[in-house]
């Protein structure tokens, strides 16, 4: 059966490498907007050009775009059965498009990682060098930890207004052991 899963957490957290894990394991589409976006950029779509000086000042995309640009993935056929939402929604605004653009569907459990800052800013450090991202400069980098605090981070207290179950996960560890422990909080979902 198909899961509709959303991932919360820092940039450093391991987010994006969970997500795709997660994914794959349950068989349901990775929705990341981040490397939509960065595709649209390397694409040079009119979406990749209105984002790509926002994306490297650490800045976010506008509501708006972001939420066109979500809508038209669930409109594929492989999001009809589930989807694992990974930097999406990433404030209010955007949580509570997503609650009209699911249709009455809820999102079933957000997984929120967690991890010591001294270690968020090691592995960020680690991905700048082995990435090179555009967006990885030190400005960028702490514009959108800073962003994460003040705009995504309450969402973890949004969803439960929404009766929507948060479960926190530990991302210190190695890449299996935080997996694991995603993977036992998906497994106490109802079937
Ligand atoms: P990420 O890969 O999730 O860290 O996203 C990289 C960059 O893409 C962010 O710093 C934003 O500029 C942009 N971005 C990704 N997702 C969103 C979103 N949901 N809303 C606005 N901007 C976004």
């Known amino acids: 059966m198909g899961r509709r899963l959303l991932f919360l957490g820092p940039q450093g957290v391991g987010k994006g490498t969970q997500a795709a894990k997660v994914a794959q394991l349950i068989g349901v589409p990775h929705v990341s907007t981040g490397d939509m976006l960065r595709q649209a950029v390397a694409e040079g779509t009119d979406l990749g050009m209105q984002a790509k000086a926002l994306m490297e000042a650490g800045d976010l995309v506008p509501d708006e ?33 997503l609650d009209v653009a699911m249709n009455g569907e809820a999102i079933e459990l957000v997984i929120s990682m967690t991890a010591d800052e001294d270690e968020l800013l090691r592995r960020m450090q680690e991905r700048a ?63």
């Open 129 to 191: 060098e082995r990435e090179g991202r555009s967006d990885d400069t030190p400005e960028a980098m702490k514009r959108r930890l800073a962003l994460y605090w003040d705009e995504t981070a309450p969402l973890t207290e949004y969803y439960p207004t929404q009766q929507v179950r948060v479960a926190a996960v530990d991302g210190m560890g190695t890449i299996d052991e935080v997996f694991h422990r995603i993977v036992a909080a998906i497994a106490e979902l109802d079937p």
């Open 65 to 97: 775009l972001v939420v066109a640009m979500v809508k038209e993935r669930f409109a594929k056929p492989d999001a009809l059965c589930g989807y694992l939402l990974d930097g999406f929604p990433r404030n209010q605004a955007q949580a509570e498009a």
